[in-house]
């Protein structure tokens, strides 16, 4: 940190808050609020002499608490940059700081906050993570039994710069422990408060009775878990040492801790479970190992740099195998615990890839994205005509279209990923996405079904899964109906009705709506917006009286290539089993449905003019004058 | 209630409301340091082990296992539980399976004496079990008529319905019936009038 403040091309901006966030990649306006310090930045030399003539004393809460500190005040002695800052909740308005300062003048009391705004071309969140407070949790009597503390608490109370000077001793008489016991999962994997593992506790809770029994040998430790998870390199060994140091391991979870109002001993009562009986022990003190949770402002946070979070709290990542330091916004990236709970390695590797993936933001003078972007026509768009609407802008995962009622809806070309979730939603077709217009996908339709479409199955497929999946049938030689047609788009969630009612206009045999899983999306949400629209799909189908044979809809990764080719034989299987006049009875049925959903195809821009040349390539099919 | 036929225990288990949660469990073993009986009663007591047996579909182990009759339902146990099982719920699942299967309930049960019965419902009303209903029946020397009925699989023995009949037709007859109760609450008045 010292160096980093020293680097002359690193500015650390402390004691400030980002405020707003507007912009993208490579072009962020942030506003950030400078908090009056009232101490300048540039005279403070870090002498102390405020702090030490200072009469208030708060708890400090870099110590947990444990200690108390001056209301001019620096949280530690180690800070950077090492300059005093004056707490105005607690100061009493003595002015004996600023005497003590004298001819430096560095105490100003009429500094205000300053909201500056910078340009930014990256950002690396590395906002960290929150500690769980285990005093919901009565039964372990966190709060109310003071030799019970949390893991932080013990972290201070064992550093030779905390308040004890590293010597452990008990809140309730300041006698040195002689037995320890350390509870792990405390509001981790737990359903009741946070269900996910905070991974890095186990190794935590051992560094800790192998620290702890550094110092004080003879010291009896119990660790207390439900499984030890030790998981990446040598870490497993740590375990080992920590068991040829004496330290016991318990397998079962503590119901409860009691405590003897008297002489402050705590007694925990646990099943053991390797010996299948409930056993009861007696420790001068317990640590209770919290979950790793995010902090309290993320939600804030995720709507200030318009990031997703996962349904644990914590900032969602754009892909959590390939891309797990990016943000689904391009040009903001994470470093660390806010994006999940890691140890300092994995912390320490996401930050330096973070920094890598920045720098190639502010090394480059053009941005490459995608070029399957949405374009919008003005002309259109209903709300340019004053109708209230807004789908794309709610449809779109990226939050890179900008709807305002009375103009035109607008995509932000640099935010946009390119899934085409908002082609697929919009009811008035008034947008479209580069490479895969309407047209574009309609003539693909029309040619794939040019001959026999009543035994044909076309098949949607999704660029990163489902497409994949086929290829890998294709590679690995499952063999599967030669009846198949499929046709790429990116995401399910471009798959529009339109495309689908013109296949069955057409007479298609059986259509497949495919895609990713639902947590493997490219596209954050785009699956969700896919699978709701083929939920609805089948259930119109059902009413308008199509065979359910015809319609399928099925979530294939790009590893399932034996599932693309099984759920295809399956698909051939059912059409087979339809009668052909059956079939065909059905088809012309369902055309004037058909045909009146898509009434105002032609009206899109593009369409007519490539559905003349098309029709053309297609008669010349069924005159078998081209191969097919 | 009607069970799937010819699936597993645990299958069973979880199609039986309040048992849905069957397979979460990690064994941790909060529930068994939890537990009253298991302090107060009985040291081998062990609900994790009979889910993780019910889990297992160790149907034998778990019908024998007396987890699966002494258990009172009290709940301390299910708020506890970091998996949320409501875990005498299980129990509960276990044993009506293990009466459906035409286990005898090795503890004591209620009693209900036919010849008296009213049906007036109070025991109905009060059982905290829901183990007792009124059902037509063919008594002996009175015909057709509804009396109270203890569902073997359900009932706790816990006695409440003992002491709310009014015309003690219903009864526990072995422990805490009514006399062994005076018995000793007048030892015991006596010991104090000493």
């Given at each position: 940190m010292v160096d980093a403040a020293r680097q002359p091309l690193i500015e650390v901006k402390a004691y400030t808050e980002v405020e707003r966030v507007e912009g993208f990649v490579g072009n962020f306006k942030v506003t950030l609020r400078e908090k009056a310090k009232y101490v300048r930045a540039d005279r403070c030399n870090g002498c102390a002499a405020c702090a030490k003539a200072c009469p208030v004393e708060v708890p400090n809460y870099f110590e947990m608490n444990l200690a108390p500190r001056k209301a001019a005040y620096i949280p530690m002695s180690q800070s950077v940059p090492l300059i005093y800052n004056i707490d105005m909740d607690a100061c009493i308005h003595c002015y004996k700081c600023v005497e003590a300062c004298g001819a430096l003048?560095?105490?100003?009391?009429s500094m205000e906050d300053k909201v500056v705004e910078e340009e930014i071309g990256a950002i690396v969140v590395a906002t960290g993570f929150g500690h769980f407070d285990p005093t919901p949790m009565t039964e372990y009597g966190y709060g109310r039994f003071p030799n019970v503390i949390t893991a932080m608490e013990m972290e201070r109370l064992n550093n030779s710069a905390g308040p004890t000077r590293g010597s452990l001793m008990r809140p309730s008489d300041s006698k040195s422990p002689r037995r320890l016991a350390i509870i792990n999962c405390v509001g981790s994997r737990d359903k009741r408060y946070n269900s996910s593992c905070s991974s890095f506790c186990c190794m935590y809770a051992i560094k800790n009775a192998l620290l702890l029994k550094q110092m004080i040998p003879e010291m009896d430790i119990s660790i207390y878990y439900i499984d030890i998870r030790t998981p990446s390199k040598g870490y497993e060994e740590f375990y080992d040492r920590a068991r040829e140091a004496g330290i016991k391991f318990i397998q079962g979870r503590p119901a409860g801790i009691t405590e003897d109002p008297d002489s402050h001993q705590l007694f925990i009562k646990s099943e053991d479970i390797t010996l299948g009986r409930v056993v009861e022990h007696e420790y001068d003190m317990v640590m209770l190992n919290q979950a790793a949770i995010p902090q309290p402002d993320q939600n804030h946070m995720s709507s200030v740099l318009n990031v997703a979070q996962s349904p644990g709290g914590w900032y969602m990542e754009y892909?959590?195998?390939?891309?797990?330091?990016?943000?689904?916004?391009?040009g903001i990236f994470f470093a660390g615990a806010c994006q999940g709970p890691k140890d300092i390695p994995a912390s320490v590797a996401q930050g330096s890839a973070a920094a890598a993936r920045a720098s190639r933001i502010l090394h480059s003078d053009t941005w490459q994205i995608e070029p399957t972007v949405a374009v919008v026509w003005e002309d259109r768009c209903v709300s340019g005509k004053g109708q209230a609407c807004g789908i794309c802008e709610r449809a779109c995962p990226y939050g890179a279209i900008d709807y305002t009622k009375g103009i035109s809806a607008e995509v932000i070309t640099a935010k946009c990923h390119g899934c085409g979730a908002c082609v697929g939603e919009c009811p008035h077709d008034s947008i479209t996405q580069l490479h895969y217009t309407d047209a574009q996908v309609l003539a693909q339709i029309r040619t794939l079904l040019a001959v026999e479409p009543e035994k044909k199955i076309l098949a949607f497929r999704c660029q990163w899964c489902s497409y994949g999946g086929a290829d890998l049938a294709g590679t690995s030689h499952f063999?599967?109906?030669?009846n198949e047609r499929g046709l790429r788009v990116m995401c399910s969630a471009r798959m529009d009705a339109d495309l689908i009612y013109e296949a069955y206009r057409l007479g298609a045999g059986a259509v497949l709506f495919s895609g990713c899983h639902p947590q493997d999306c490219h596209y954050i949400t785009g699956q969700i917006a896919g699978a709701k629209r083929a939920a609805r799909l089948d259930k119109m189908f059902a009413r308008l009286g199509m065979n359910p044979a015809r319609f399928r809809t099925e979530w294939i990764s790009a590893a399932e290539g034996d599932k693309y080719a099984r759920v295809i034989n399956e698909m051939q299987a059912a059409l087979d089993a339809i009668p052909q006049d059956e079939l065909k009875a059905e088809i012309e049925r369902l055309k004037p449905e058909m045909e009146k959903k898509l009434s105002k195809l032609n009206q899109i821009p593009g369409v007519e003019e490539a559905m003349i040349q098309v029709d053309f390539i297609v008669s010349e099919m069924q005159n078998k004058a081209v191969p097919i | 209630m009607s069970l799937p036929e010819k699936s597993t225990l645990a299958e069973q288990i979880k199609a039986i409301p309040g048992g849905e949660m069957l397979m979460m469990c990690f064994s941790c073993g909060t529930c068994t340091s939890k537990c009253m009986i298991q302090e107060k009663l009985e040291p081998a007591y062990n609900p994790r082990r009979l889910i993780r047996e019910a889990a297992f579909n160790l149907e034998d182990m778990a019908f024998n296992d007396q987890t699966t009759w002494l258990c009172s339902a009290c709940d301390l146990c299910y708020p506890a539980c970091p998996q949320k099982i409501h875990i005498s719920a299980v129990i509960n699942a276990v044993k009506q399976l293990a009466v459906a299967q035409g286990r005898q309930n090795p503890h004591q049960t209620a009693k209900v004496n036919e010849f008296t019965c009213v049906a007036c419902g109070l025991c109905v009303e009060i059982c905290p079990y829901e183990a007792i209903a009124l059902i037509g029946k063919k008594v002996p020397f009175r015909g057709m008529i509804n009396v109270a009925s203890v569902d073997p699989g359900k009932c706790m023995a816990c006695g409440i319905c003992n002491a709310a009949c009014r015309s003690t037709s219903i009864r526990l007859e072995q422990d805490f019936n009514d006399n062994l109760v005076l018995e000793n609450l007048w030892g015991w008045l006596e010991s104090e009038a000493v």
């Open positions: 003048e560095a105490i100003d009391f892909h959590p195998k390939l891309r797990p330091m990016d943000s689904p916004t391009d063999e599967y109906s030669a | -």
